[in-house]
């Protein structure tokens, strides 16, 4: 746990484990779902392994997660006090998209994006058998460019290297377009109309292609009638 605030107040008790670096994200990932070590990475790309070991091991001390092992397979799972923490990473997201607004260059990450892309498909909207989505980003870095979501009946993962499958669908985006259409901030059509989202396809496929991601939990919160930053 990180360093006393010596407050009795509880907010101050809390963010003595929660505001550490890194460690509300952590708790983010698992109110997901995700609940193996190296997904967690995965969902947060930039953390290292040794401190996303060092955060879990602090969160199953302080009782919020338990470290459950069988066999060779090792899940971390939220335990009552750690799903208590629900509200409370939704209510920061929402609070987040609708007051802080810019997004810099070094925060658009398609890692992170297709993973979360990943984790809200609408199985009933896709067609049935394996659909490879491959997503190409021409402005971001070379290698970090192509990207292929591989839709199975009972799950998806995300590719950068060409998995070999026929793909269905291509769409050719800016990083930060795709991004601000994840978030909400941008709708598809609108996205599609402007020419800075791109899809390649069949005809059928083309049409169908946003009605399989439901969007990021996030996308639906309303945002201020004044922008933030501007005088009433």
């Keep these: 746990m990180g360093a006393s605030y010596h407050q009795f107040c509880p907010v101050a008790k809390a963010m003595e484990l929660l505001d550490e670096r890194w460690t509300l994200l952590v708790v983010?990932?698992?109110?997901?779902?995700?609940?193996?070590?190296?997904?967690?990475?995965?969902?947060?790309?930039?953390?290292?392994?040794?401190l996303l070991s060092r955060r879990l091991q602090q969160l199953v001390?302080?009782?919020?997660?338990?470290?459950?092992?069988?066999?060779?397979?090792?899940?971390?799972?939220l335990t009552p006090a750690g799903r208590e923490l629900r509200p409370v990473v939704e209510a920061l997201g929402a609070w987040g998209i609708r007051w802080i607004g810019e997004?810099?260059?070094?925060?658009?990450?398609?890692?992170?994006?297709?993973?979360?892309?990943?984790?809200?498909?609408?199985?009933?909207?896709?067609?049935?058998?394996?659909?490879?989505?491959s997503f190409r980003f021409p402005d971001a870095p070379s290698e970090l460019r192509s990207w292929w979501l591989v839709i199975d009946p009972d799950e998806a993962d995300v590719c950068d290297l060409d998995p070999g499958y026929p793909v269905a669908v291509t769409v050719t985006a800016g990083l930060r377009s795709?991004?601000?259409?994840?978030?909400?901030?941008?709708?598809?059509?609108?996205?599609?109309?402007?020419?800075?989202?791109?899809?390649?396809?069949?005809?059928?496929?083309?049409?169908?292609?946003p009605g399989w991601f439901t969007l990021s939990g996030f996308a639906t919160v309303p945002r201020p009638a004044v922008p933030v930053g501007t005088a009433t």
């Design 178 to 209: 795709m991004v601000r259409v994840w978030r909400g901030d941008l709708t598809w059509p609108d996205a599609l109309r402007a020419g800075s989202v791109e899809v390649q396809g069949p005809e059928t496929l083309r049409r169908a292609v």
């Design 103 to 133: 997004l810099g260059d070094e925060d658009l990450d398609p890692k992170l994006l297709l993973w979360d892309m990943h984790r809200h498909i609408d199985r009933d909207a896709v067609p049935p058998g394996r659909t490879v989505v």
């Design 61 to 77: 001390r302080a009782g919020v997660v338990e470290r459950r092992v069988a066999g060779n397979e090792v899940r971390y799972v």
């Design 28 to 50: 983010r990932e698992l109110v997901s779902g995700t609940e193996h070590f190296n997904d967690l990475r995965r969902g947060l790309p930039r953390m290292s392994p040794a």
